[in-house]
């Protein structure tokens, strides 16, 4: 998650899940829980997971500008090796690098590598269905966006919207509607409402050890902010679309490949502690990814299912 937890000095609180007739909600980003090495390897259930050519299609709900828009959509072009244009001499770490785990994810499950191919985008500026919503909008909004078979959508809410738990219990989730077989994504934009909580490391933590933020490598913190918590649950989401792929835990209390490695993102983490990073020598930035058109980006540790650990870029 981008801030995995409300406050760093609690113990690790797994992730509840929201069940419904029609949507199982699955890898919410609990902000109560803290890193800890996890005892046992994500099991994979024989569900269907995210493989092959994966259409992803973005809902924009509320205000956002061309160069916020430019991030994220970087972001999910840097998934893919082909597509990293990073000129003769890339510098490493790369966002595709991280992805490479989830790649093996699939390979253990004897399925094909799941590549991002970003689809159609879809505005809805005015806020249609207005600016306080409840979970159940959500899946409306992302039933909006036209989706080929296997396709997931991105639900992403401006800065001055407000979400049903968003901020209290969690910064997004990933969920799944039963009868249309549907996959999306919702994430938030925190940044004026509790930066605290859902873009850490870059911002002070509402609680815990209170630690100089680090630099926003796109200098935006909330919208680099957004980038963890959607890198992080694009990996349940394709690993787990359904709550029957690879967690750890019950069926009721899942967790995923990122959510099980929370408020980790380089070697040496700790609570209130991110852990050892890349820093941009121009900006100061911190990050440990680097992506599409030079992006930087900070990206979550993922479960190794081969190493039984919490990997990290650096």
């Not at 689809?119 to 809805?124: H, I, P």
């Not at 991105?154 to 001055?160: E, F, G, I, S």
């Not at 850490?200 to 902010?225: E, K, M, R, S």
Request: proline share 7%; aromatic share 8%.
């Amino acid at each position: 998650m981008g801030f995995y937890q409300l406050a760093k000095t609690m113990p690790l609180v797994i992730v509840l899940i929201y069940l419904s007739l029609a949507d199982v909600c699955l890898g919410a980003r609990k902000l109560t829980s803290l890193y800890q090495p996890p005892p046992m390897a994500l099991t994979y259930h024989k569900g269907a997971l995210l493989e092959g050519n994966l259409p992803v299609s973005i809902l924009w709900y509320g205000e956002f500008s061309p160069a916020q828009r430019s991030i994220i959509a970087d972001f999910l072009l840097s998934l893919n090796p082909q597509q990293e244009h990073l000129g003769p001499s890339p510098a490493k770490p790369l966002v595709s690098h991280w992805w490479n785990t989830i790649q093996t994810y699939m390979k253990r499950a004897g399925r094909s590598d799941a590549r991002i191919v970003l689809a159609s985008q879809v505005t809805d500026r005015n806020c249609s269905l207005g600016k306080i919503l409840k979970r159940s909008q959500i899946s409306r909004l992302a039933r909006r966006v036209h989706l080929k078979a296997g396709g997931l959508t991105l639900v992403l809410t401006a800065k001055d919207v407000a979400v049903e738990g968003f901020c209290t219990s969690n910064c997004g989730f990933h969920s799944s509607n039963a009868k249309e077989k549907s996959v999306f994504i919702w994430v938030g934009n925190s940044v004026t409402q509790c930066p605290g909580n859902c873009a850490w490391p870059f911002h002070q933590p509402i609680y815990g050890p209170q630690t100089q933020p680090l630099g926003a490598p796109n200098g935006d913190v909330g919208v680099d902010g957004m980038i963890i918590n959607i890198a992080g649950l694009l990996t349940g989401a394709v690993t787990n679309p359904y709550g029957n792929g690879y967690f750890l835990g019950s069926d009721g209390a899942q967790l995923e490949a990122a959510s099980a490695c929370p408020g980790v993102y380089g070697k040496g983490a700790y609570p209130g502690y991110a852990g050892e990073l890349l820093v941009d020598r121009t900006t100061g930035a911190s990050y440990n990814a680097q992506g599409n058109n030079g992006r930087k980006y900070l990206l979550p540790a993922l479960f190794d299912p081969v190493t039984s650990q919490c990997s990290t870029l650096v």
